[in-house]
């Protein structure tokens, strides 16, 4: 069964940087496409950043573009995001998540409806 946990998550000031990364493990292939979402209260889930996997290829919501970065360490089956000049409306959980099968910019799900494998998300607080 897939595993997908989240660290690197606490809290900042806005204008810092954190590191979260997403271990996976457990299963049979690869995934294609894996994504960072956030979600912060009475808010929907929203898309952050997506990669696929086999091209390395990113996407980005136009709210993050120039200062978040999502990367993959194949060897070590981990995914990360690094955020930069945090704002506190970044603020939110964000999780991991991860499919198989779809490529490209069809990695891209704004609310995440095509993805299967879900982390249990990791906490972002941002003050002013």
């Known amino acids: 069964q897939v595993r997908l946990v989240e660290s690197g998550g606490g809290s900042v000031q806005a204008g810092g940087s954190l590191r979260l990364s997403c271990a996976a493990s457990?299963?049979?292939?690869?995934?294609?496409?894996m994504a960072w979402f956030r979600q912060a209260p009475g808010k929907e889930r929203e898309a952050v950043a997506a990669i696929s996997t086999g091209s390395g290829s990113t996407y980005y919501a136009d709210s993050v573009k120039g200062r978040f970065t999502i990367s993959q360490d194949k060897a070590k089956n981990t995914l990360f995001l690094e955020m930069n000049s945090l704002k506190p409306e970044d603020s939110a959980m964000y999780s991991c998540?991860?499919?198989?099968?779809?490529?490209?910019?069809?990695?891209?799900?704004?609310?995440?409806?095509?993805?299967?494998?879900w982390g249990q998300g990791t906490q972002v607080t941002v003050s002013s």
């Open positions: 998540t991860a499919r198989t099968g779809y490529y490209g910019s069809t990695c891209w799900s704004d609310r995440g409806r095509i993805y299967t494998y």
């Open positions: 457990g299963y049979t292939y690869r995934p294609t496409c």
